[in-house]
């Protein structure tokens, strides 16, 4: 179900960055549909049908483009896009030895709210970013 709605803007909105030549460098996601963060929200203790929640997702930045912020950048851009829709609640996931990731979000303001295992044995570090 996720594939089909990928690109719908009322289920994804994708950002990215590119540089002089045009190539896209890094990119990240903002997911409007608890279809991709279920769990996650669930595990948080978060009830996602009283709460409007957004999750930023499939951050990305090409190896030779790293350590330039951009992740940073695309990320505050999609928390404003969130708060312009009405979001509530912005959780972030991040393999906890994924340290680009981590940094990323604690640069934000985002808080460890817990580590646990989703999709069945997957270890993730779940932040939700400030208000």
């Known amino acids: 179900m996720?594939?089909?709605?990928?690109?719908?803007?009322?289920?994804t909105c994708f950002l990215g960055a590119f540089n002089d030549d045009n190539e896209l460098v890094a990119a990240s996601a903002l997911f409007f549909n608890e279809h991709?963060?279920?769990?996650?929200?669930?595990?948080?203790?978060l009830d996602i049908r009283s709460t409007n929640v957004a999750e930023v997702g499939?951050?990305?930045v090409h190896p030779d483009f790293r350590g330039h912020n951009l992740m940073?950048?695309?990320n505050k851009r999609l928390c404003s896009i969130?708060?312009?829709r009405g979001i509530d609640t912005i959780l972030a996931v991040a393999h906890p030895d994924n340290v680009a990731s981590?940094?990323?979000?604690?640069?934000?303001?985002?808080?460890l709210k817990a580590t646990a295992s989703v999709f069945g044995s997957?270890?993730?570090?779940?932040?939700i970013l400030p208000w």
């Open 58 to 60: 499939r951050c990305m």
């Open 102 to 111: 981590n940094s990323s979000f604690r640069r934000l303001g985002a808080e």
């Open 72 to 74: 940073c950048e695309l």
């Open 82 to 84: 969130a708060r312009n």
């Open 2 to 11: 996720e594939r089909s709605h990928f690109f719908d803007a009322d289920w």
């Open 36 to 45: 991709e963060f279920a769990e996650e929200a669930e595990k948080l203790g």
């Open 122 to 127: 997957y270890q993730r570090n779940m932040y």
